[in-house]
Structure formats: structure tokens, C-alpha cells
């Protein structure tokens, strides 16, 4: 390595040399090329959010709302993209590290709601990473799918990623090696997606009429099916009509605040600022910012995430899987349901019938629920009886696992081919994920402790995801579809994501943080209205994810809701009783 002092100055001189080709750029085409020439931390951002989440998301999206939910990833990432926007210019306005900015010019309640929430959404986001690994490795690579060989698989998976990680900032060979393996795997999963929109394209399999009527906002999915569903659950007869239409609409209110949070996470406006400090940015790289998060991360993700929804509408939407309804054969191909699948097949049904019986005769179901075993009996003899519409509904919105999801991939590739393909890809997306989440919590973590820059720190942050995430990967939802993790977790996600939003809009505003670089006039007026769209999309979406969540809290006869509900009025009393106590100024 070079003399340190040689390092910092051509460092130095680097950054120079970019302020210089932005302030001398003259012309819309001048900067453009200039722009261009510099863009950076949008593709940081960019890798995690093409990431497990956003993967998964846009596969079970297209599974349960087809084409009509088109539009609620561009949406949610362009609310996203205002909402980043706006960090940078706050972050290079100031030059201030956000967490001890937040704390000491707002309040320091949504700072460290910020920084813990970051910690948690990194915790909670690793499990889905292993979830998918694992389900890539067993389901699609061929591992054997058992228990033991899922320890095993998880093992790898956090020995690669903990390795990457402890030698993360050293620069080695192996890192840069380990970088490109990894960009060549993603970058293989998202060609493929967009090679298997071509291709139907190609074929005149694909109904652009529908497709571009997807892109225009129906908020009417977040309370009714989708209009192709909902012909399948007509034909249902009897109350099982209503039964469908309620799981339906609930599934697809998961799926698109599962996309609506993996668009723009929480962890996502940390990784953003630190990222842009840690290049030695300032005000004069405010456009190229926006710039940078418009063209690197904005159109990217629309594209990709477009091509997700639009194959998996193609091979999954209001289609049976394959082998639950005794269709064996598809082609020349013989087909056998997956264990996982027919579990959740037949839980599925069981829960149609327990929730008939339930809603038609109250008091039967009472005086059965007094003995478990009569209970059981009289939901299998009732199970047994089910119209075939019954059956065929619940194999079209049961939970897939990868060899199902990997089929969206078979217009371009083949079955066979598709299987690895999709393995390989989801496998990189996965590692490259859980890698990223565990560097943003080792810098969230040297923070919180005052250790910025730190790689003890930074290690220890790291680690902490590590371990939980494979702990909880191998303890927690057994009887789900590994890849479905991703809808629980992000629901998770989308709660916290509110105080992010809450905490720029407010440093946005504040005279005393900002000075002369608070926007004024129009442009003030102009952010404002833009920030307020975003923080409006995060809480509406937030509230919706929390009020969804009507289970019992483990070991409490509480539905969770209601837990949250009372933590965030706890938070809100808590923040106003500082703001009131803080002296002007302080």
C-alpha cells in the first residue's frame, strides 16, 4: 500500500476533479454526460433494492393480482426516490451525519426511532435472505431437501457472508472475486426476466392492453380481488364466495406492501446518506444525487421489477399448481405437487371450512371446540365434501415455493434450465442482500455507540444480523414457503419506515439545521408538497400493514395491533414531552 498521506491527497484531488466537471458543465447536455460520468451511490442503493425482497415480491404479486398491480412498485418507488432525494439534499446541504443531526436539531426520539428501527429491519430482513438461499440450494440446485441439510445450507450461507463481511473493507482479491460472482448471478436472474418478457413479447403471448391498464393506480385492490380473480371466486357457490374474497384481498394487500416496502426501506435511507458522506460529497453534488438515485436506482427498478410481475402473472396468475388437482402431466412432463405446497393446500381448505362452520353455525362449532379431536373429525368429513371450485380456488392462491416461482422463467429457458437458472440467480440475490444488510447495521451499529468509522464496530453490527438472521430462518415460520418469508418481514418493515420519512421531512424545514440551504419561495413549496406525498404513501401504507396484524402477540392474549398502536402513542408522548422540555436553540 502507498504512503497514507498520498492516498488522502489524491483522494482529495479526485473529489475536486468532480466538483470541478460539475460546476464547469454547461448545457443540459454537458451535464448529462458529466452526471453520467459520476453516477454512484443510486447503484448502491440500487443492489439492494433489486434484492431477495423485491425478487419475491414482484413473484407473489404477479401470482395473486396479476397485471392489475402493475402500477405499485413504480409508484412506491417513486414516493421512495422524493423521499431519498430529499435526504441527499439535506445530507450534502449540511455535511451533517443524519443520526446526530435528527437527534440535536429535532428530537432525539426520531433519531434513535431511526437508528433502532434500521437495526430491526436489518434483523428481520436477513431471515428472508437465508429463507431464500436455502430454497434455492434445496429446491432448485438439488441439495436434498431435508432438515439436516437445511442447517447445512444455512451454515454456508453465513459462513460465505460473514467472511465477505470481517474482510469487507480490506479490499482483498478474494472480496473483489466473491463481488463479481455474485454481480454475474443477479445480473443473470434479472436478464432472464426481462429475456422472458421479450420473448412472450416475441410470441404475441403478452396482452398489452391489460399490461398498460395495470400501470394506472387501483387502490380498489386494497379492499376487493382482482377482476381475473375474482371470475374464479364467482363461480364458487354457497358462503365459500365470501370466504376466498377475504383471503384474496388480504393476500394481495400483503404482496403490495411487501413491494411498497422493499421499494424504499428503512435500512435504505441510512445506507444513502452515510454512503454519500463517506464519498466526501457536499452541496455542489445535490443535482448529480438526484441525478444519480433518477437514472440508477428509479428506472432500473421499474424495468426489472415490471418484467418480475408481468412473467409470473404469465405461468402463475388464476392457475392452478401444478399436481394438486390431479393434473399429473404437463406436456410430456410428469408433475408432483411439493410436499410444502400440498400442506398448505390442504391447511388452506381446512381453514375454508373451519371459517364456514364458524360464520353458518356458531353453536355447533362452540360445542365441537370443547373437544379438539370431534373438532378435527368434523373439519375432515366436511373437507371431503368440498365443490371442486373450492378445491380449484385454493390451488390457484396457495403459497408457491421456488420450483413453482422458477417456472416463470420456462417461456425462455425450458423447465429444466429454469430450475437452475432461477437457483443460481436467486441464490446470488440472496447472498448479495444479506451481505449489504449486514454492512448498513455494522454502520448503524458504530454509530449508535458514538464509533463512526470503527471496524470493530462495524463487525460487531454486522455479526449481530448474522447470527439472528440464521437463528430466526431455522426457528420461526417451519410450516411457511421459504420464499414467503419475504411477505411477513417486509409487512414488518413497512411499520417502521414511517419515521424515517417523519425525521427528513422535519430536517428539511428546520431554519436551524439547514440556514441558507433551506429551499425558499416555490422550490420550498415544491418539496414540501413532494415530501408530504411520500410521508402521506409511508403512513397510509404503514397503518395498513399494522392494523393487518390482528394475531395474538406470542404470549399474550393482545392482537399485535394493538400493541403497536400503544407503542407508537407511547413514542409520540415521549417525543412531545422532550420537544417541550428542550430549551430554544438546544
Known amino acids: 500500500m502507498g504512503n497514507p498521506s498520498t492516498e488522502s491527497v489524491s483522494i482529495e484531488e479526485k473529489l475536486e476533479q468532480d466538483r470541478k466537471l460539475i460546476l464547469e458543465a454547461r448545457g443540459p447536455g454537458a451535464k448529462l454526460k458529466a452526471f453520467l460520468r459520476l453516477s454512484g451511490p443510486g447503484w448502491l442503493q440500487s443492489a439492494i433494492t433489486l434484492g431477495g425482497g423485491s425478487l419475491a415480491g414482484g413473484l407473489f404479486l404477479g401470482h395473486m393480482a396479476g397485471y392489475s398491480a402493475m402500477w ?13 432525494s430529499a435526504i441527499g439534499y439535506v445530507t450534502l446541504s449540511t455535511g451533517e451525519r443524519p443520526f446526530d443531526a435528527i437527534n440535536r436539531h429535532i428530537n432525539p426520539v426520531l433519531g434513535w426511532g431511526w437508528i433502532v428501527a434500521t437495526m430491526l429491519a436489518n434483523m428481520v430482513w436477513c431471515m428472508p435472505q437465508y429463507g431464500l438461499g436455502t430454497a434455492a440450494l434445496q429446491e432448485n440446485l438439488g441439495i436434498p431437501d431435508t432438515d439436516s441439510w437445511r442447517l447445512v445450507a444455512t451454515g454456508i450461507l453465513a459462513l460465505v457472508a460473514g467472511v465477505v463481511v470481517w474482510f469487507y473493507n480490506t479490499g482483498s482479491k478474494g472480496i473483489q472475486i466473491f463481488e463479481i460472482i455474485i454481480k454475474v448471478m443477479v445480473a443473470i436472474i434479472v436478464l432472464s426476466f426481462v429475456g422472458v418478457v421479450l420473448a412472450l413479447a416475441v410470441a404475441g403471448d403478452l396482452p398489452w392492453g391489460r399490461i398498460f391498464a395495470g400501470l394506472v393506480p387501483n387502490f380498489g385492490l386494497l379492499f376487493s380481488p382482482a377482476a381475473t380473480l375474482m371470475e374464479s371466486i364467482e363461480t364458487v357457490p354457497g358462503l ?24 424504499v426501506g428503512i435500512n435504505m435511507t441510512f445506507l444513502l446518506p452515510y454512503s454519500m458522506l463517506a464519498r466526501k460529497w457536499d452541496k455542489d453534488f445535490r443535482g448529480m444525487a438526484i441525478f444519480d438515485l433518477a437514472t440508477a436506482l428509479f428506472l432500473p427498478f421499474i424495468v426489472v ?5 408481468i412473467a409470473a402473472t404469465h405461468q402463475l396468475h388464476n392457475q392452478p399448481a401444478p399436481g394438486l388437482l390431479n393434473d399429473t402431466e404437463i406436456g410430456e412432463e410428469v408433475v408432483v405437487a411439493d410436499p410444502g405446497v400440498v400442506v398448505r393446500f390442504e391447511r388452506l381448505l381446512n381453514n375454508r371450512v373451519l371459517w364456514e362452520l364458524q360464520t353458518a353455525e356458531p353453536e355447533l362449532h362452540a360445542q365441537l371446540a370443547e373437544d379438539p379431536e370431534a373438532l378435527a373429525a368434523a373439519v375432515a368429513e366436511r373437507r371431503q365434501a368440498l365443490p371442486d371450485e373450492d378445491l380449484r380456488l385454493a390451488a390457484i392462491v396457495v ?11 420456462e417461456p425462455l429457458t425450458g423447465s429444466l434450465v429454469a430450475q437452475y437458472v432461477f437457483g443460481a440467480g436467486v441464490l446470488g440475490v440472496a447472498l448479495s442482500t444479506l451481505v449489504i444488510l449486514m454492512v448498513i447495521n455494522g454502520f448503524a451499529f458504530a454509530e449508535m455507540f458514538g464509533k463512526p468509522g470503527s471496524l470493530f ?20 415460520w417451519q410450516d411457511e414457503a421459504r420464499y414467503f418469508l419475504v411477505i411477513p418481514t417486509s409487512v414488518f418493515g413497512m411499520m417502521l419506515a414511517p419515521i424515517a420519512y417523519l425525521a427528513f421531512f422535519a430536517m428539511m424545514n428546520n431554519p436551524r439545521l439547514m440556514g441558507n440551504h433551506m429551499p425558499s419561495g416555490a422550490r420550498r413549496v415544491c418539496w414540501n408538497i413532494l415530501m408530504g406525498l411520500a410521508v402521506a404513501f409511508a403512513v397510509v401504507a404503514a397503518c395498513l400493514a399494522l392494523w393487518s396484524q390482528d394475531r395474538p402477540f406470542p404470549g399474550t392474549g393482545i392482537e399485535t395491533r394493538f400493541l403497536g398502536i400503544g407503542v407508537i402513542v407511547f413514542l409520540v408522548a415521549l417525543a412531545t414531552v422532550i420537544h417541550c422540555r428542550r430549551r430554544p436553540g438546544g
Do not use: E, H, K
Open 457 to 476: 464496530y462495524n463487525r460487531l453490527g454486522a455479526l449481530v444480523v448474522l447470527v439472528i438472521g440464521a437463528v430466526g430462518s431455522l426457528t420461526l
Open 240 to 263: 365459500g364466495a365470501q370466504f376466498w374474497t377475504d383471503y384474496v384481498v388480504g393476500g394481495q394487500r400483503d404482496r403490495m406492501i411487501t413491494v411498497a416496502a422493499t421499494a
Open 399 to 409: 403459497d408457491r415455493d421456488a420450483w413453482d416461482l422458477a417456472r416463470a422463467l
Open 305 to 309: 421489477t415490471a418484467c418480475i410481475v
Open 72 to 84: 405499485v412498485q413504480p409508484l412506491a418507488m417513486l414516493m421512495g426516490v422524493i423521499m431519498l
